[in-house]
């Protein structure tokens, strides 16, 4: 049976997607395939999601090591919106920003550890090492595409510390398979309920017994204050929740793919104050979270624009 034009289409988006995509699962550079060949308005999700995961990693690397104002006019909206608190709204205030950042930096490198999508978003976890040698910063970028362009972006960043409670650094992969790329698709809803579902009982409910029931008992952490291990993750929640009663977390976005899910949420430790913008990614494998990386920032009291964090 011949493949109708329409699905040949698809195809080649999809095998242009995964070329990008490499051997370790993060786009590179290149160029992408064009919106049309990935048909975002319906040839087939796995095209649209391996479009959207290229465009982002193409957009970071072309304005942030090379800064690159054309790749702007074509992948950005120009009224595109800003939750970075330094930077104001709209494609020309994206421009100026990678210009000037290329220019006190232009060594730069935006390293991509892991590129996940979920309908219009796609998540991106980096390395972003501004000065050669340096530790830089674990950077969580968020992006909603609208009619194939980047619409929406939000962040998380946090300086990368020079020691580690776990011996993990902020970024690899140490469960097996230890690749960085996530897992086959038909995995992600059941990924995604497991870890949402944790995340309500065990941070929202502050359930430590949910840690016996959702986690693998060696689970294996990234957050450098973190020991690896259940026990580990059950000690640290619970000072977490003794040392403020009054905690909330309220998770604003969901982003899973196979076996990797994302958690966008706002920390409140106390009443009243303006908290902390987390990002929790965990790995699951055989219906146990196995790893978990994360990125916390502090919420700054004045921002470039009236969109806040979440």
């Known amino acids: 049976m011949r493949p109708t034009t329409r699905a040949r289409s698809a195809l080649v988006a999809v095998l242009a997607s995964a070329a990008l995509l490499g051997a370790a699962g993060t786009p590179t550079a290149a160029a992408v395939p064009s919106a049309a ?7 087939g999700s796995v095209a649209r999601l391996g479009y959207q995961k290229a465009v982002a990693v193409r957009v970071l690397k072309g304005v942030f090591e090379h800064g690159d104002t054309d790749v702007v006019d074509r992948y950005v909206r120009p009224d595109y919106i800003q939750h970075n608190p330094l930077a104001p709204d709209g494609a020309k205030a994206l421009k100026n920003l990678g ?4 220019q006190q930096f232009p060594d730069a490198e935006y390293d991509v550890k892991r590129v996940i999508s979920e309908g219009d978003l796609v998540l991106v976890h980096s390395n972003v090492v501004t000065t050669p040698g340096t530790r830089g910063a674990a950077v969580v970028d968020i992006f909603r595409f609208q009619e194939g362009k980047i619409a929406e972006h939000w962040d998380v960043s946090q300086n990368v510390p020079e020691t580690s409670a776990n011996g993990n650094d902020m970024f690899s992969t140490e469960s097996q398979p230890r690749t960085r790329q996530p897992g ?48 580990g993750a059950k000690a640290g929640l619970g000072a977490y929740f003794s040392a403020f009663p009054e905690l909330t977390f309220s998770p604003k976005r969901v982003i899973a793919e196979g076996d990797l899910v994302a958690i966008h949420s706002h920390a409140v430790n106390v009443p009243g104050e303006r908290g902390q913008a987390f990002l929790d990614l965990f790995r699951v494998r055989d219906g146990k979270v196995v790893e978990h990386w994360d990125v916390v920032q502090d919420v700054p009291e004045t921002s470039a624009n009236d969109n806040t964090m979440f």
């Open 37 to 43: 060949s990935a048909d975002h308005a319906g040839y």
């Open 99 to 102: 210009v000037g950042f290329h």
């Open 184 to 231: 086959p698709a038909w995995l992600t809803a059941s990924s995604k309920k497991l870890v949402t579902t944790a995340y309500g009982e065990i941070i929202g409910q502050k359930d430590l017994s949910g840690i016996d029931r959702y986690y693998a008992p060696d689970i294996i952490q990234h957050n450098p204050n973190s020991p690896n291990g259940a026990a």
